[in-house]
């Protein structure tokens, strides 16, 4: 029999993280550990309020799962097939999935790339973010952060103050292409279309997700007009409408956190590849030990948005080292 366990850990943020929708100086992550007394392996949960995730929440879904059978599971698909049986939001099944194929891997001695089949990689480049903050203080937190080692840059936008934060974004750091995201901020298409109008200055690379996931018509008007490739985040979750989304968009952000573990975000980088959408792999505000994780399924994607951990103070666990603004996985979880 295995035995399971889950810990909540709060993690203080170097700085106030809003977006569009929220802002927060504190996130309430789950670290999920599997042994068998001689090898282990850990996972970790970080909650999305988007999706009615919450800490308490999962953590009530893995008692349940305890409560039914989770010990005695033997094999990853008997462990799919048991969270198919009982709820468990994705967040939670990527950190349980994750550390069951970590156990396993130091069990038969393998890697996890190995074990998925797919190419590793000894590092890739990252975006780092700004969150949405007074655009008269850009030039300080680019400084303080030292932004100038990162190949591209991630700017959180909402209306208001959206062109006037990307101004002083590129005179602060004006060599490096710029992603844009919107969270869901834009609620017609003609006013964001607009609002590209005001981007033709800059070295925009993409535009993430500008206009709420159930806008699908609006989606389909935009992607025609739009002269930026638009990619889907909010719209792609454990699941997605593949016809609909290639209609709409140029490329997809996978999430492990969303996707809900290792195989099935792999299924949905092969799914987007294979509609010819450009890949994207992105975080939620995580550690290292899931940043470890994404970057596992890093080879031949697009771009790599994995700054999670470095928003992180005093990150825990230094599973993976930054440098120059390139991700470097060190140790397994």
Not at 13 to 19: D, H, S, V, Y
Not at 102 to 108: D, T, V
Request: hydrophobic share 40%.
């Amino acid at each position: 029999m295995l035995s399971w366990t889950i810990e909540a850990h709060d993690l203080a943020l170097r700085f106030t993280w809003k977006i569009s929708r929220n802002a927060t100086d504190l996130k309430t992550n789950l670290f999920v550990t599997v042994g068998d007394g001689q090898f282990q392996g850990r996972g970790e949960a970080a909650p999305n309020t988007r999706y009615g995730e919450t800490p308490d929440l999962l953590q009530e879904q893995f008692a349940n799962l305890q409560r039914n059978g989770l010990a005695a599971i033997e094999s990853v698909e008997e462990l799919q097939h048991l969270m198919a049986q009982h709820q468990a939001y994705p967040a939670l099944r990527f950190a349980i999935e994750s550390a069951y194929v970590h156990y396993l891997c130091r069990k038969k001695g393998q890697t996890v790339t190995e074990f998925l089949g797919v190419t590793p990689v000894t590092s890739a480049p990252t975006a780092f973010s700004y969150p949405i903050m007074d655009p008269g203080k850009i030039a300080a937190f680019t400084k303080e952060h030292g932004l100038h080692r990162f190949e591209y840059l991630k700017v959180k936008v909402n209306q208001e103050s959206g062109l006037d934060m990307l101004g002083e974004v590129v005179r602060a750091s004006p060599r490096q292409g710029l992603i844009i995201d919107a969270n869901e901020a834009w609620q017609d298409p003609d006013s964001l279309l607009r609002f590209f109008e005001g981007l033709k200055k800059y070295q925009v690379l993409m535009i993430e997700q500008p206009m709420p996931s159930a806008l699908q018509e609006e989606y389909l008007y935009l992607k025609k007009k739009s002269p930026y490739d638009l990619f889907a985040d909010e719209s792609v979750t454990d699941h997605a409408d593949w016809e609909l989304l290639q209609q709409q968009f140029h490329g997809v952000n996978m999430k492990l956190m969303k996707a809900g573990g290792y195989l099935n975000g792999l299924a949905i980088l092969n799914k987007t590849r294979s509609l010819g959408l450009k890949t994207m792999i992105g975080c939620m505000m995580e550690t290292s030990m899931a940043i470890w994780s994404a970057l596992q399924l890093a080879h031949g994607v697009d771009l790599l948005d994995l700054d999670g951990m470095l928003v992180v103070k005093d990150e825990p666990f230094g599973l993976v080292k930054e440098e120059a603004g390139r991700l470097y996985p060190v140790e397994q979880p």
